[in-house]
């Protein structure tokens, strides 16, 4: 399952309760556009695109990264997807 929204001017894809079809969705965005920034909430080591801190100021403080719980890096997400 993946869920997208605009970020400002940017359109977010992410893939909800896991990371199988995260390089399908990178490929698949690469397609018809530019992947500007992967984020991944397995941490910043995962970073990716070709502006890798093109959201920092958009991601504020939410807790996307370790050593925050899985359960709540997804719903940071979903709440950043949903309020942009």
Request: glycine share 12%; charged share 25%.
């Amino acid at each position: 399952m993946i869920v997208c929204g605009h970020a400002g001017d940017r359109f977010v894809v992410m893939e909800a309760l896991g990371w199988h079809g995260k390089v399908k969705i990178e490929q698949i965005s690469a397609v018809d556009g530019r992947v500007l920034t992967v984020v991944d909430s397995g941490g910043l080591r995962f970073a990716g695109g070709e502006d890798l801190h093109g959201l920092d100021d958009h991601l504020e403080d939410l807790p996307l990264f370790p050593p925050h719980p899985y359960d709540e890096r997804q719903e940071a997400f979903l709440y950043y997807i949903q309020r942009s």
